[in-house]
Every structure is written in structure tokens, then in C-alpha cells.
């Protein structure tokens, strides 16, 4: 169904291909995964399906690429619009109307299908993917997740044989993902269409595929085999796979049921490890393995100060906030303490966003009162506020608006009235090999999202928020941003980040809070939390239950 033939893609300016050597076929009815570091070219692998590659982008494209037997280079994204639907990373550029089910009809009338038709396919994507409720909202009012969906929607009502999805799970909470998955499941095994998706968040993925592309790094020829084959050598790769590596399993599970049916040794190896640490016995033979112990669940993070140390950098009481005729927010209490990181996390829709919004003075309250630092957010002037509190929203573009990576580093100093060098120095330290001259709409969302950090920080305000900030990343890049969260939170910097990334708030978030329908419904000590929810559990703890360990670090950390 799509074929690729020694495809090379060189963008107009750039002194080197950014893919080359690409040569592989997705047959008709399978899901193929494209995996990689950020920045190797899955994007522009994705965009020469569609034929916006070269045509739209630019660039000059080298060898064939084949969709149902048209060749892009001679047939244009609107000359492939029947055969290939495509849903890029950011879904604001996709949308062509205002409401929800406008823009499911949108592609049926411009390929001139029968209304009664285009009704019924309306319904039925309303449903499959949960959007019944929203038929009638403008697009503007939803969260990300719910954008998500809605232009994953957009693509399945002309029914096209080809669906080709960038980061289609990105920013949505983990049920509203495993339903996405489901529904593309759906499609392939029921409907026979094929898929090309790439995804950073592998362990939502990588079961479901019958395939997986590797691009190892920029340039480099990819690599195609089975999930398993490829997951073996693969330099990204989900927690189960590491977890696989680390205990010498073969071949490598890719989903927790398989993990758990290999992992009782495992758990006995980490239950002795725990009781030797506590200076017992090891257990008799034939004793059920007792759970990790407790000290050992945060023992990679910062342990967070005493509430009474120092004074809150941030309080809010009796939050409410109503947006566009919904309750956003009811009756929300948050204190953060310096050093803290807490993970905010619930349902698309449940007001993560507006509770960052209302710190950083963006909204203002309906009912109730937010501080940071002493001042009220709405009500202090920009030049001010930014010492006091720093955020990078869903949309990290929206902060970026010169034209190189260095004018955009010397605008941020300026600012902030920090040292020059301050924000180029954050950069290389999150995206390493990016260069003075690059513009910053040529990155990629995780580059973008990495370098609106980069300007944030350089206030080193103390309180820092964060919207969904590994949407785009790959472990490496994720690994380098967990490093740099660590590092502010040791100097005393307070974290609040709304994520649906489970592996991220096992990894540096002392406390979850769980919101829903706007309210809080749990507050707590992360292991707490995630361990006693089914959705929010990270794969290790879900692999080695009872047993309450987090990250494949810990356990590589427990084995010694």
C-alpha cells in the first residue's frame, strides 16, 4: 500500500539530507510504527506520504515514494486527499472550521459525499472516540486532548485506506489514548486500513504493531523488522523493554502481561535486595516475596522540604474558575513548597491548564485567591511576574517569535535581565548540536518545546510550570529534561507540571495531584497515587506489583 524506494529528502538550504537510504513497504491492513531519537526525520518520512513533501514543504525529494500506486511527485496532497488522511503533531493546523462537528464533516464535503452519508459517519466517529459530548463546542474552548481527538476524527470520517498519524496519543490522559488505540486497532484488523504512525511514547504503542521503522539517527539508512527485533537494538525504547534488558529476557516483552509472567524471579531477587537493606534475613523458601521497602521509593529524587521550613512559593484556597459556561476549576486547594515537584494529572478536560493558568495570572480566579511569591498573579505587571513564576504552555511556539535560535536566546537574556549566554547555555545543555542560525519553527515539537524551557529558565524563576512538557520528546530527550527538573529542584525551584506522562511523574514528582470534572479528588506522595490507579501506574510498578517500585532506575539501582 505504501512504498518506499531509496528516498532521500533534502530541505532547500541544508548542507545535508535529512533522511536517506529510506527503503521499506507498509502492505495493505497493517500498523506500522516509525521510531527514532527527535530530530532524525519521522515527520518528514510522514509528510512524503501525503505528498506534502516536497510540495508544500519544499526541499528536493530523491528515489519514489508509492501510495495505492500513485507516485507523490507527480500526484499532490489534494490528488492523494481520498486515499491518505494525516494528522500532524500540533492539531491547531489542521483545523478548518470553529465546531467540533463541523470539522468532522469538513473533509466528506470537500470530496462531495452524499449528506445522509456524511451524517451517519459523523455519529459514529462522535462515538468511537468519545466526542459525543462536544459535537456542538466551539474547537477554540477544548483542552489539547480533546483537539487531539477531534482532528484524529476529522481524518477517519472520509474513511481513507491510509491514515498517517504524528504523536496521534501525544497530549492525551491515558484512557483517552488506550481508546484512540483501540480504535485504529479497529480499523486494521476490521476495516483493513493501514497505518503509518510515529510515536515517541512507545509504551502505548509498541504491542499493537505489526512492524516497526527505526531511523537511528539523522541520515542514517532505517532499520525494519518485528517489535521485538527491533526494540533489541533500538536506542528508544519503552520502560518494559528496559526493564527486559536490564533482568536478560529473551526475547523482550513487549507488553506488561508479558513482562509479569516472566518476572517472579525478578520480584524475589528485589524482595532479598530489600531485606538485606533492611539488615533481615532473607525469607525461607516457598515466602511469598514481601514488598519493596518503603524508603527506597523516592530514594533517586529530592526529598522534598518540611512544609514548615520555609513559606509556601505558592497557595491556592477555594479555587474556582468558569470558562466559557463550565465550571473549569471548584473549590481548588494547592499549596507548593520550595524543592517540590508535584505532577498534576487527571482526564482531558479536568482543568489542569486552567490551574497553571491561574499561577501564572493568565486566569483569573472566579471565586477564591492564588499567590505566588507574595504577589497575585493576575494582578501583577509581566516584567515582575516573570522573576516570580515561569511557564511553558502546550503550544511552547507560541513563546518563540525570532527568527534564529541565537536572537531568540539574546531576547530571552534581555528579559530577564540575566547574563548573556545564560539561555544559550540552557540550549546546548537540552538540545545539543542545535546551532546559532537555525530558525526555530525548523525544529521539531520536542526541539520547540526544549527551547521555550531554555527561555523560561532563564529568569530561574521560583516557581516553574510546565503543560504537558515531554509531549514531542524521546527518552533521551526526556532523560535530559528529568536531569535538568532535578537539578532546579535541588536549588530550591518548585515544579508544577500537568502531564499525562506516568513514566515522567514516577520519575520526578513527590506528590500527585489528581484532578477531575475541576476538582481535586487526590493529593499525595506519587507512590500513593499512581501505585492504586490502575491508568496512572507506570509500567515497572505495574510488571512487579506488589511490590512498589517505579522506574527501571530504581530497580537497576536495588539489583546493584
Not at 312 to 340: F, K, M, N, W, Y
Not at 484 to 497: D, F, M, P, S
Request: hydrophobic content about 45%.
Amino acid at each position: 500500500m505504501i512504498r518506499f524506494e531509496e528516498v532521500s529528502v533534502t530541505y532547500d538550504g541544508a548542507a545535508q539530507p535529512t533522511v536517506r537510504g529510506v527503503d521499506f513497504e507498509v502492505p495493505e491492513g497493517e500498523l506500522t510504527l516509525l521510531v527514532g531519537p527527535s530530530g532524525v526525520g519521522k515527520s518528514t518520512v510522514l509528510g512524503a506520504v501525503s505528498g506534502l513533501v516536497p510540495h508544500f514543504t519544499g526541499g528536493t525529494l530523491r528515489g519514489r515514494v508509492t501510495v495505492a500506486g500513485r507516485d507523490t511527485r507527480t500526484h499532490k496532497p489534494r490528488e492523494l486527499a481520498d486515499v491518505v488522511g494525516t494528522v500532524g503533531q500540533d492539531p491547531l493546523a489542521h483545523f478548518v472550521t470553529d465546531v467540533v462537528e463541523d470539522e468532522l464533516a469538513y473533509g466528506m464535503e470537500s470530496l462531495g459525499l452524499a449528506p445522509e452519508v456524511m451524517r451517519r459517519r459523523v455519529e459514529e466517529t462522535l462515538d468511537l472516540l468519545g466526542l459525543a459530548g462536544l459535537r456542538d463546542r466551539p474547537i477554540a474552548t477544548l483542552s489539547g486532548g480533546q483537539r487531539q481527538r477531534v482532528a484524529i476524527g476529522s481524518v477517519l470520517t472520509p474513511h481513507p485506506q491510509v491514515l498517517v498519524l504524528d504523536e496521534p496519543t501525544s497530549a492525551l490522559d491515558p484512557a483517552a489514548a488506550e481508546e484512540v488505540l483501540a480504535v485504529l486497532q479497529r480499523l486494521v484488523h476490521d476495516l483493513g486500513t493501514t497505518i503509518l504512525l510515529a510515536e515517541h511514547r512507545l509504551e502505548r504503542v509498541i504491542q499493537y504493531a505489526d512492524r516497526v521503522v527505526l531511523l537511528p539517527s539523522p541520515g542514517a539508512a532505517p532499520v525494519v523488522g518485528s517489535p521485538a527485533e527491533v526494540m533489541a537494538v533500538s536506542p528508544v525504547y519503552p520502560p518494559v523493554v528496559g526493564l527486559g534488558r536490564l533482568a536478560d529476557w529473551s526475547p523482550l516483552p513487549l507488553t506488561v502481561r508479558d513482562a509479569r509472567r516472566r518476572a517472579g524471579d525478578l520480584r524475589e531477587r528485589l524482595a532479598g535486595s530489600a531485606a538485606a537493606d533492611a539488615g533481615a534475613a532473607p525469607a525461607p523458601e516457598g515466602t511469598p516475596p514481601a514488598p519493596a521497602a518503603p524508603r527506597r521509593l523516592f530514594r533517586r529524587r529530592p526529598s522534598p522540604l518540611p512544609e514548615t521550613a520555609q513559606p509556601h512559593i505558592a497557595e491556592v484556597r477555594s479555587l474556582s474558575v468558569r470558562r466559557d459556561r463550565i465550571d473549569a476549576l471548584r473549590q481548588v486547594d494547592l499549596t507548593v513548597a520550595p524543592g517540590e515537584t508535584i505532577a498534576l494529572m487527571g482526564r482531558n478536560g479536568a482543568g489542569k491548564s486552567t490551574l497553571l493558568g491561574s499561577l501564572v495570572g493568565l486566569v483569573a480566579p472566579g471565586a477564591g485567591s492564588v499567590r505566588v511569591g507574595g504577589a497575585v498573579p493576575h494582578r501583577t505587571a509581566p516584567p515582575a511576574l516573570v522573576r516570580r513564576v515561569g511557564l511553558v504552555p502546550q503550544e511552547p511556539r507560541d513563546l518563540l517569535y525570532a527568527d534564529t535560535v541565537a536572537d531568540e536566546c539574546a531576547a530571552a537574556d534581555r528579559d530577564a535581565r540575566a547574563e548573556p549566554g545564560t539561555c544559550r547555555a540552557l540550549v546546548s545543555e537540552l538540545l545539543p548540536g542545535i546551532t546559532d542560525d537555525t530558525h526555530p519553527r525548523d525544529l521539531s515539537e520536542g526541539q520547540c518545546l526544549a527551547l521555550a524551557l531554555a527561555v523560561v529558565l532563564t529568569a530561574r524563576p521560583p516557581l516553574l510550570l510546565l503543560d504537558e512538557p515531554t509531549r514531542g520528546l524521546d527518552y533521551a530527550a526526556k532523560a535530559r529534561l528529568v536531569t535538568v527538573l532535578r537539578g532546579l529542584a535541588a536549588e530550591g525551584h518548585a515544579i508544577v507540571l500537568a502531564t499525562h506522562d506516568v513514566e515522567l511523574a514516577a520519575e520526578i514528582a513527590h506528590r500527585v495531584v489528581l484532578l477531575a470534572e475541576g476538582e481535586v479528588i487526590a493529593d499525595g506522595p506519587t507512590a500513593h497515587i499512581v501505585v492504586s490507579s490502575p491508568s496512572f501506574a507506570p509500567q515497572v510498578t505495574k510488571i512487579l506489583a506488589p511490590q512498589q517500585w517505579l522506574t527501571v532506575a530504581e530497580v537497576r539501582e536495588a539489583l546493584g
